[in-house]
């Protein structure tokens, strides 16, 4: 369902204040990286994906498996705290409600969720990664019942949210400029392992 026959690890690094977009294929015969790391604009890239759809994009739909299972650590020492979390992503088409695979970039967001002594519950960015395009994803071969997908990890780096309730957000934006965002989808992140 997946494509590419071997395992394959991507990172994307930034230089400045963001910390890297990691994106990682876990399991062998199971995922398609596309280009990733390039950078720029799409140039195509997306026309070349089974799903192709020059559609607009209505939905940005993230599904999360229940934690821990979603939370992945991306130590190469085997640290057993998470750095991340996997997922699985639908970009709704607005003439079919399926997923497709569009041209344009996604972003992924994350907020720490913290109460104050007033009992309110503050939303602070703690984690931006940069627009990679999408096609660059590993993404589905075959359409679900859903639609066509992605299968991206996500990787936070030294952002402080073990033990935290934290809100994701991920952010699609068409060649047209359009940003669809996600409905903030939230997860409870494992605390400090020694």
């Not at 409600?97 to 960015?125: C, D, F, S, W």
């Not at 679900?144 to 699609?172: C, H, I, M, Q, R």
């Amino acid at each position: 369902m997946w494509n590419d026959p071997s395992n394959v690890r991507i990172a994307v690094a930034e230089v400045g204040r963001w910390a890297s977009l990691l994106l990682i294929a876990a399991s062998a015969g199971c995922v398609g990286p596309g280009r990733a790391g390039l950078g720029g604009p799409d140039q195509g890239g997306a026309r070349r994906l089974p799903g192709y759809s020059a559609d607009p994009v209505m939905k940005v739909v993230p599904f999360f498996q229940p934690a821990p299972a979603c939370f992945r650590s991306f130590d190469p020492e085997g640290d057993p705290n998470p750095e991340g979390f996997a997922f699985t992503l639908y970009l709704q088409s607005a003439h079919t409600g399926k997923g497709i695979h569009p041209e344009g970039t996604l972003q992924v967001k994350m907020y720490r969720l913290e109460p104050t002594a007033q009992g309110i519950v503050t939303r602070n960015l703690v984690y931006e990664s940069r627009p990679v395009p999408a096609y660059t994803l590993p993404y589905s071969t075959q359409r679900t019942a859903l639609g066509w997908g992605y299968a991206p990890s996500f990787y936070w780096g030294n952002a402080d949210v073990l033990g935290y309730k934290v809100e994701v957000v991920v952010e699609f934006t068409g060649v047209d400029g359009r940003v669809v965002r996600s409905q903030p989808r939230g997860l409870k992140v494992p605390t400090r392992k020694s």
